[in-house]
C-alpha cells in the first residue's frame, strides 16, 4: 500500500492543476495520415492482418459513421473535427511482458503514473496501452493456468477468434450510435477478458490507456466475458497530456455476465481537458448474475457515458456507482440505463456529481422495466452540489414502468455546500477550504468507499487537488 | 394570506406569477400543461394534483417550474392512480435561471399501478443554473403495497375492496398532510382549503 503524502508533498503535488499532463515526444512505427476514409479504415485493418469479417465489419461501420449525425442532445460536439484526427499511431512492435524492454519513453510516462507500482503491489494482471496499441500485459501464472485469459483485444482477434466472432458488436452493434459505429470502424487495442467457469479472479485486473500524441483518436475495444458462477474485478484508468488541439477517445465496452457471475468494472477516468470522452458501455447479466459498474470521471473537456446493464436473466442485478467532478471548460454528461427484461430483477444507481468553476455536470439515465420483468425494483438516487454561481447542475432522468407490480423510485437534489457545515467545521480549527474538501470528500465518500484503497486514496486526493483554489 | 384556486377546470395553460406572495392551486384529472414562471422574488407557489383511476386511456401530463428571481419557491405534487388499459406519462421540468438566488424548488411524481395493464413513466428534470439554491424530485411508479393489501384481507375485506381502499388513501391530500410535508408554504396555521380532493 502507498504511504498517506506528507503535507509538504501534497503541497507540491497540489500546486499542479494537472499532474499528468506532461507529454513525450510521439513515436511512431506505423501510423494512418489524418483524417478518415474508407481507406484508412481498410489500412488499419491490413496493419494488424485481420480476417475478412472484421474488415468487412470496419467498412460496414464507417458507413454507418457517415450516414449517422451528432447527438441532438447533450454537450456541444460540433468542435470536434473528425478530419483533424490521427486514428491510428503504433508505438512499439509488439506488445511486452517486462517493463524495461520498454522504449525509454514510454516506461518513463508509466513509471510517473505509477503503473508498476500499482502491479507489484495488488493487481492480478496489467495491460497497458499506449496511443492505439497495447505495449504491455501480464496475468499471475496461477490465473493463466485456470484458463483465465486476459490480453489485448488484437490478440485475442488471432488466438482466439471463435470466442471474439462470438461476442464481438453483440451487445454495441456498429450502428448503436455514430461513435459505437466510429469505433467499430477504427477500433484499435483494448482489452479482452475471459473468466471461465467457476473461476474467481481475487485481485483486480488493471487496463491503464494513455493518449501522448497530439490531435489523437484512441479507439480501445473491450470485451469481458464472464463463465457461470465466475468473478472478476476490472479497472481502468485514463489520462493524458495537455494541448492546445483537441483529442478524442471513443471506446466501446461489452460485457457479457453469465449465470451467477459476478463483474465489477472500474473506472478512474483522469483525461485531460482536451479529450472529448464519448464512450458507450453495455453489460448483459443472465440469471442470478451481478454487474456493477463504478464510474469516476475527473477528467476530459466533454465526457458523454452511460454505463448500461441489460437485465436479461431472471434475478440478475445491476448497480452504477458514479462520480463526476466538473471544473472549468468541463462537462460531464454522465448516468446510467438499466434496462429490466426479465422477472425479479433489482438495480441501483447511485449518481454524486459536484460542477465548480463554471462547469457542468449532467445526469442523464433511464430506467425501464418491461412488461416481461414483473417483481422488478428499482433504485435511483442523483445527488449534486454545486460550488459557485458559474457553475451548473443538470438531471435528466427518464422512468419507465409497463408492470403492475414493480417498484421504480427515483430521487434527486441540487444544493450548495450547507453555511451551518462550513461553520461547524471552521469552529474547529479548520480553515474554508480544507472544511469545503472534507465535506466534497465526504460527499463523495458511499462511492469512493466501493472502490481498492489505493483508488480511493488516490480519488480523494485528485478532488482535493481539483478543489485547491476554488475558495476564494 | 394564502391565495388559492381549484385549476381543474381551467384552461390557463400559462401561470406568470409577477406579484410576490403564497399561491396555491389544486386540480384533479386535469391534463393540460401547467408552466409557472416566477419572476417576482418572495413569490411561493404549492401545486396539487391529482389523477384518479385512470382507464382506457393514455394521459401525457407536462409541468415546468421556470425560477428567475431571486428568493422563490416552488412546489409540485402529482399523484395518480392508474387502472386497466391506463397509461400515464408526466414530463416535469424544474429550471432555475442564474438570477434565482435563494430559492428552493421541488418535484413529487407518485403513480400506483392498480392492475396488470397499467403504465406509467415519468422524466423529471431538473436544471441548475445557480449556486444558491435548494432542489429535489421524487418519482415512485409502484403497485399497491402488498403487505397492506394483506392486512386489510385479514381484516375480512376482498382483495379487490382492499385495492381500491388503498387507492383512494394514495390519492387523498389533506391539508394538515400538506402542511407537514410543506412546512415553509404553511408557516403558522394550516390553511382552509376547499380542495377538490
Redesign the interface.
Known amino acids: 500500500m502507498k504511504k498517506p503524502l506528507s503535507k509538504k508533498k501534497q503541497r507540491e503535488e497540489t500546486s499542479f492543476d494537472y499532474k499528468f499532463g506532461f507529454s513525450m515526444p510521439e513515436r511512431s512505427i506505423k501510423k494512418t495520415p489524418k483524417g478518415i476514409s474508407p481507406e484508412i479504415v481498410a489500412q488499419i485493418s491490413d496493419y494488424k492482418n485481420e480476417p475478412v469479417w472484421m474488415k468487412e465489419f470496419r467498412i460496414k461501420a464507417y458507413e454507418y459513421f457517415t450516414k449517422r449525425p451528432l447527438p441532438s442532445w447533450g454537450p456541444d460536439l460540433s468542435l470536434i473535427d473528425f478530419s483533424n484526427i490521427t486514428y491510428f499511431l503504433r508505438a512499439t512492435q509488439n506488445s511486452l511482458q517486462s517493463w524495461k524492454d520498454l522504449p525509454e519513453e514510454i516506461r518513463t510516462t508509466y513509471d510517473r503514473i505509477g503503473v508498476p507500482e500499482a502491479e507489484k503491489n495488488f493487481l492480478a494482471g496489467v495491460s497497458a496501452q499506449y496511443e492505439s496499441e497495447v505495449v504491455y500485459e501480464s496475468i499471475h501464472k496461477e490465473l493463466s493456468q485456470q484458463g483465465v485469459i486476459f490480453c489485448d483485444m488484437d490478440t485475442a482477434l488471432t488466438k482466439y477468434p471463435d470466442i471474439v466472432k462470438k461476442y464481438f458488436g453483440k451487445l454495441i452493434p456498429p450502428n448503436d450510435n455514430k461513435f459505437a459505429s466510429l469505433n467499430s470502424a477504427v477500433w484499435s487495442g483494448g482489452s479482452f477478458v475471459y473468466v471461465p467457469e467457476g473461476v474467481h479472479i481475487k485481485l483486480p485486473l488493471q487496463a491503464y490507456f494513455r493518449i501522448n500524441a497530439e490531435s489523437f483518436g484512441q479507439f480501445e475495444r473491450t470485451l469481458i466475458i464472464a463463465e457461470k458462477n465466475s468473478s472478476l474485478h476490472y479497472i481502468e484508468g485514463c489520462t493524458a497530456p495537455i494541448y492546445r488541439t483537441q483529442s478524442l477517445h471513443s471506446a466501446v465496452v461489452e460485457i457479457f455476465a453469465h449465470e451467477g457471475s459476478h463483474v465489477r468494472y472500474t473506472t478512474v477516468q483522469n483525461w485531460s481537458n482536451n479529450i472529448y470522452n464519448l464512450v458507450t458501455k453495455r453489460a448483459k447479466a443472465e440469471e442470478n448474475a451481478l454487474v456493477e459498474w463504478v464510474d469516476c470521471n475527473i477528467g476530459s473537456g466533454v465526457t458523454m457515458k452511460y454505463p448500461c446493464v441489460i437485465l436479461a436473466g431472471k434475478g440478475s442485478r445491476g448497480e452504477v456507482l458514479s462520480i463526476a467532478l466538473a471544473g472549468k471548460n468541463q462537462h460531464q454528461d454522465t448516468g446510467a440505463k438499466m434496462i429490466h427484461l426479465a422477472p425479479e430483477t433489482s438495480s441501483k444507481i447511485i449518481s454524486k456529481s459536484i460542477s465548480k468553476d463554471g462547469g457542468r455536470s449532467s445526469y442523464r439515465g433511464i430506467v425501464s422495466i418491461g412488461k416481461n420483468a414483473p417483481k422488478t425494483k428499482s433504485y435511483t438516487s442523483c445527488d449534486?452540489l454545486?460550488?459557485?454561481?458559474l457553475?451548473?447542475?443538470?438531471?435528466?432522468?427518464?422512468?419507465?414502468?409497463?408492470?403492475?407490480?414493480?417498484?421504480?423510485?427515483?430521487?434527486?437534489?441540487?444544493?450548495?455546500i450547507g453555511e451551518e457545515k462550513l461553520h461547524y467545521l471552521k469552529t474547529r480549527g479548520l480553515s474554508e477550504h480544507e472544511a469545503k474538501g472534507l465535506i466534497v470528500n465526504g460527499f463523495i465518500e458511499p462511492i469512493t468507499k466501493e472502490i481498492p484503497l489505493e483508488y480511493s486514496i488516490e480519488l480523494h486526493r485528485l478532488i482535493a487537488m481539483e478543489m485547491e483554489g476554488s475558495v476564494g | 394570506m394564502i391565495y388559492q384556486k381549484d385549476i381543474s377546470k381551467d384552461p390557463q395553460t400559462l401561470f406568470q406569477i409577477n406579484q410576490p406572495g403564497y399561491y396555491f392551486y389544486f386540480f384533479k384529472n386535469r391534463a393540460e400543461k401547467i408552466i409557472f414562471e416566477i419572476t417576482a422574488p418572495d413569490t411561493h407557489i404549492l401545486l396539487c394534483g391529482i389523477f384518479e383511476n385512470i382507464h382506457n386511456k393514455h394521459i401525457s401530463f407536462v409541468t415546468e417550474q421556470r425560477h428567475s428571481a431571486p428568493r422563490s419557491s416552488s412546489h409540485v405534487l402529482i399523484k395518480s392512480t392508474v387502472a386497466e388499459n391506463a397509461s400515464f406519462q408526466h414530463n416535469g421540468t424544474l429550471r432555475l435561471e442564474?438570477s434565482s438566488?435563494g430559492s428552493g424548488a421541488s418535484f413529487e411524481s407518485r403513480?400506483l399501478?392498480?392492475?396488470?395493464?397499467?403504465?406509467?413513466?415519468?422524466?423529471?428534470?431538473?436544471?441548475?443554473?445557480?449556486?444558491?439554491?435548494?432542489?429535489?424530485?421524487?418519482?415512485?411508479?409502484?403497485?399497491p403495497n402488498p403487505d397492506l393489501i394483506f392486512y386489510l384481507t385479514t381484516r375480512g375485506i376482498s382483495q379487490k375492496q382492499a385495492k381500491k381502499t388503498l387507492a383512494k388513501a394514495f390519492t387523498a391530500i389533506s391539508p394538515q398532510g400538506l402542511a407537514l410535508a410543506y412546512p415553509s408554504f404553511f408557516p403558522k396555521t394550516i390553511p382552509e382549503i376547499h380542495h377538490p380532493f
Open positions: 449534486a454545486i460550488l459557485d454561481t457553475s451548473r447542475s443538470d438531471t435528466y432522468p427518464d422512468i419507465r414502468n409497463a408492470t403492475h407490480n414493480s417498484i421504480a423510485e427515483h430521487e434527486a437534489t441540487v444544493e450548495k | 442564474k438566488e403513480h399501478l392498480l392492475e396488470e395493464s397499467s403504465r406509467a413513466s415519468v422524466k423529471p428534470y431538473l436544471e441548475i443554473l445557480t449556486e444558491d439554491i435548494s432542489c429535489s424530485h421524487a418519482v415512485t411508479i409502484s403497485p
